[in-house]
């Protein structure tokens, strides 16, 4: 059926790859803010909420540029992470990770922060009377009843990361086997002559990929109504 | 013993009410709006005094004047609320195990036994709070409150949310459980009825203070 080149291979695990470890290393900090702002008020909440979706309202080039300011080998972060840690990001696979965590990252955070909110506060009320504390009562109560909601903005943090081009194009550079991703790939691929066919073929490999994971995340909302209702 | 003596702020309502209760059931009596609510949920330590004290069993539970405020996962108390407040996501044993295992209490299979069966709700363990009727709900709400070995049980109106014919069917459960669970209870309602066959005291509120104090008789 679809006859896939070993290269065109090593750009779809690789995508797979970035797209996996961006949402789960984004997952963590993503929950926190969603129960940040779901719950708490707090001075600069509007900003912090502001910040979050920017990603999503910046050109992708400008995200990226500041990524490559900040991150890359002389950016202020980026220099400390590579002097003392050893991690670095410009033109490296893990730096393309970074720019599609920071992407998806308003995806990622919208289902979780929607879910938190959705909870009957009066629940973890009712798990601190029986003994709970507070961080109890978040890990019994509050992520489990939320749990859905975090799948989908993972789910929907994935689709967005795998699909990400333009902060990562610019951030680490289009490099095969290291930062080419499908979205690179076809890039490159349209602009080579009798590139068509294999464009083609990541076209249709990505689109599986997205659709996928919608069909995902619709269903991981609806199992968050059931469970909200106790059934 | 419960001593009580605070005073709360809430918009135009102030509440200041003062008791000392020894008995095995209190009752909160008062027309709604009359701050029963108020008064158990600050019982609870779910809402702060603006001034007074609160002791639980000779524990000073809230002190203003010395800064002491214990938050409600602390108190070791147990409340059943109007709306049983089920967690969904568990099933119904889960759901009575909640309290023990949050208070790291060992398994007392005696204790557990006996609650099922004062409240019959050994059928029920599979099910989830969304199958349950509102009345079962309510028994299993009671059981999950006693299993975590409360020193004092809240009950907020449990039966407000019945009709006439769950009441009757969840009263003598509660009848029993006055007498055989021996855990003090502090009993919110505005029903006369429902108190005087539950109630060893009775504490009259409307609009914020105690009116007056004593046995079942001043429901009269």
Not at chain 1, 31 to 54: E, Y
């Amino acid at each position: 059926m679809l006859d896939i080149s070993p290269a065109e291979w090593t750009a779809i695990l690789l995508s797979l790859r970035v797209a996996i470890i961006a949402t789960l290393v984004a997952t963590p900090f993503g929950i926190a803010l969603a129960w940040l702002l779901a719950r708490r008020d707090f001075w600069g909440k509007s900003v912090l909420d502001a910040l979050v979706h920017l990603p999503l309202v910046l050109p992708p080039v400008v995200t990226g540029y500041l990524l490559l300011l900040t991150f890359g080998r002389r950016g202020l972060v980026g220099g400390f992470l590579a002097d003392h840690l050893g991690i670095v990001f410009a033109f490296r696979w893990t730096g393309a990770a970074l720019a599609c965590g920071v992407m998806s990252f308003p995806l990622l955070v919208r289902p979780m922060r929607l879910s938190i909110e959705a909870i009957d506060r009066r629940l973890e009320q009712a798990a601190e009377t029986l003994g709970a504390a507070p961080f109890k009562v978040f890990f019994t109560v509050t992520l489990p009843l939320a749990l859905p909601g975090v799948l989908a903005g993972m789910v929907l943090g994935f689709a967005k990361a795998i699909g990400e081009f333009g902060a990562t194009i610019t951030f680490v550079s289009n490099i095969p086997g290291e930062t080419q991703t499908i979205s690179s790939a076809i890039y490159s691929l349209i602009q080579t002559p009798d590139g068509d066919a294999a464009a083609g073929r990541l076209v249709i490999i990505s689109i599986v990929i997205a659709l996928g994971a919608l069909i995902g995340a619709e269903w991981f909302a609806r199992r968050a109504t059931a469970r909200l209702h106790g059934n | 013993m419960l001593r009580v003596d605070v005073e709360k702020q809430l918009g135009e309502f102030s509440l200041h009410a003062t008791f000392t209760s020894e008995g095995r059931v209190t009752g909160l009596f008062g027309a709604s709006g009359a701050g029963k609510s108020s008064l158990i949920n600050m019982i609870a330590g779910l809402l702060r005094p603006d001034r007074g004290t609160i002791v639980i069993d000779g524990d000073v539970v809230d002190d203003t004047a010395a800064g002491i405020h214990v938050p409600t996962w602390r108190r070791r108390i147990g409340y059943v609320f109007q709306d049983a407040r089920l967690f969904p996501h568990l099933n119904v044993a889960q759901n009575l195990d909640y309290g023990r295992r949050m208070n790291r209490l060992a398994p007392d299979a005696a204790q557990y036994t006996r609650v099922i069966e004062l409240l019959d709700i050994g059928a029920l363990l599979d099910r989830r709070p969304g199958k349950l009727s509102g009345g079962e709900r309510q028994r299993v709400a009671l059981g999950r409150a006693l299993l975590s070995k409360p020193r004092l049980l809240l009950l907020d109106e449990p039966l407000g949310a019945l009709d006439e014919a769950r009441k009757l069917e969840i009263l003598p459960y509660l009848v029993r459980l006055r007498d055989e669970a021996n855990v003090p209870m502090v009993y919110v309602s505005h029903d006369a009825a429902e108190l005087r066959q539950l109630a060893t005291q009775i504490v009259m509120l409307r609009q914020g203070r105690v009116t007056s104090f004593g046995g079942v008789k001043v429901l009269t």
